[in-house]
Structure formats: C-alpha cells, structure tokens
C-alpha cells in the first residue's frame, strides 16, 4: 500500500534552486529521493549510445520502458556506468528537453517514478511532480526565480569550476528551454492548483529551505 506514503514535491524550471532544496529536504527528514530530471537526461544519453534518433518515438518508448537506472550516495549508474557527470552537461539538457516533450515517453516512465515512493517518504523534483505524477502529495512547492537570476546562479557555477561561457549566452538558453517547457502540450511546467509557489530571485537556499521545513512540519502534524 503505497498510498499512505507520504510526497514533497519541489516543482519549478531549471537553474531554481530546486534540485538543491530537494536533497536538502530528504536529508533532513531521511527520506528516498526522486531527481525526474535525472530520468529523462539519461533516457536521452541512452538514445544516443544506442544510436536512436530523438524523433523516433517508438524506439524511445522502448529504450524508457527497459531502463537500467539506479541512484545511489548521490550518484546515477545506466546499465551499471557511472554517469553523474556526463549527464549534466548542456548538450544531454537539450536533448533531454526534447526527449521530454513526447507524451508516449512520458507515460512510460510514470510506473518507475511511481516506484521511488517508499518508505518513510519521497522528496520528488521536476516540473510535473506535483500535477502528473504525484497529485496526493503533502506538501507542492513550485519554486520560481527570474531567468536572469538563474542565468547568472548557472555562470557562477562554471565560473567556480573553471569554465569560461558567457552570460548572455546563458540567459538565451534558459529563456529557450524554459519556453519549450512551458509551452509543451504534454505536462508543461505550471504550478499545481494546490501548490505553495516561493520566489527565490532575493532569497538563500537556506531561507528557502527553512520556510518549506516549517510548511511540512504543520501539514504532517
Ligand atoms: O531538471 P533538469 O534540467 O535535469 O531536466 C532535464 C529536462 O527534463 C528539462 O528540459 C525538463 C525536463 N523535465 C520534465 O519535462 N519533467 C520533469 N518532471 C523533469 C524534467
């Protein structure tokens, strides 16, 4: 019986805070965690090293229904290879947004989702997390941040590993995957009804995470 099994889902586009804030809330209430992003960025690098065409959706469906995946201490095997690195790099994202926007697909990795929901509870990030997939869930947070901010979060962060790329360059991809996401038929990226929404253009993670803390503690109680 799952059903009983509590959900945090933490909502929003890329570059929110919002993969951050979600191993933060698992690790303090020592819960499973679900990255849905993670999911789709490795069925798009399994396409392409099992050569399939991204606009081939039966294939796609195929390669999603049988996929080898495993999170392990902040790691992410495909068919027992490390691949925690090569899957965030900006050319499996773009692919991943595209791999993302077919419906066919999209159902075929609900069941696996579905199956991350286990005991004492689920933190699950993405963007359809708390209106597709998990719609009972305790606590939905959709966490926001402007593009420019998040542009800038993104340029920090490569800076801070060594790579030179340019802001403005930045700013233009988030703005062209957030507009797919968004505008996409199936699933697109919009908070659920019931859905606290936090801003975090002008706010820490630690903030963030103090005020969703305090939201579940008063829903589980
Ligand atoms: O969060 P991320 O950047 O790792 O996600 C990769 C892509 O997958 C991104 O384009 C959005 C898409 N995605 C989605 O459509 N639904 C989810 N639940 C999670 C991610």
Redesign the pocket.
Same mark, same amino acid.
């Given at each position: 019986m799952t059903s009983v099994i509590p959900v945090i889902t933490v &909502?929003g586009? %890329?570059g929110s805070g919002? /993969?951050t804030l979600a191993v933060r809330l698992a690790q303090h209430f020592g819960w499973h965690q679900l &990255? @849905? /992003?993670? #999911?789709?960025?490795i069925l798009?690098e399994k396409a392409r090293i099992d050569n399939v065409d991204l606009g081939d959706v039966p294939a796609l469906v195929v390669l999603a229904e049988v996929l080898e995946v495993r999170f392990d201490e902040g790691l992410v095997w495909l068919d027992n290879r490390d691949v925690t690195d090569e =899957?965030?790099s900006e050319t499996v /994202?773009?692919a991943? @947004?595209?791999?993302?926007?077919l419906g066919p697909v $999209?159902e075929a990795i609900v069941g696996l989702?579905h199956s991350f929901r286990q005991a004492p509870g689920l933190v699950?990030?993405?963007? &359809?997390?708390g209106t597709? =997939?998990f719609p009972d869930a305790v606590v939905k947070i959709f966490l926001e941040a402007s593009a420019r901010v998040r542009a800038e979060r993104r340029y920090n962060q490569l800076k801070n590993n060594g790579l030179g790329v340019s802001l403005r360059a930045l700013l233009e991809t988030i703005e062209q $995957?957030d507009e797919?996401?968004r505008e $996409?038929a199936v %699933?697109p #990226?919009r908070p659920a009804s019931d859905a606290v929404v936090i801003d975090s253009s002008s706010m820490s993670i630690d903030e963030v995470f103090k005020h969703v803390v305090a939201l579940v503690a008063e829903r589980l109680a």
């Open positions: &909502d586009p %890329s919002k /993969g &990255d @849905s /992003g993670a #999911l789709y960025r798009a =899957i965030r /994202g773009a991943a @947004s595209k791999v993302a926007a $999209r989702q699950a990030d993405g963007r &359809d997390m597709v =997939i $995957r797919r996401d $996409r %699933s #990226l």
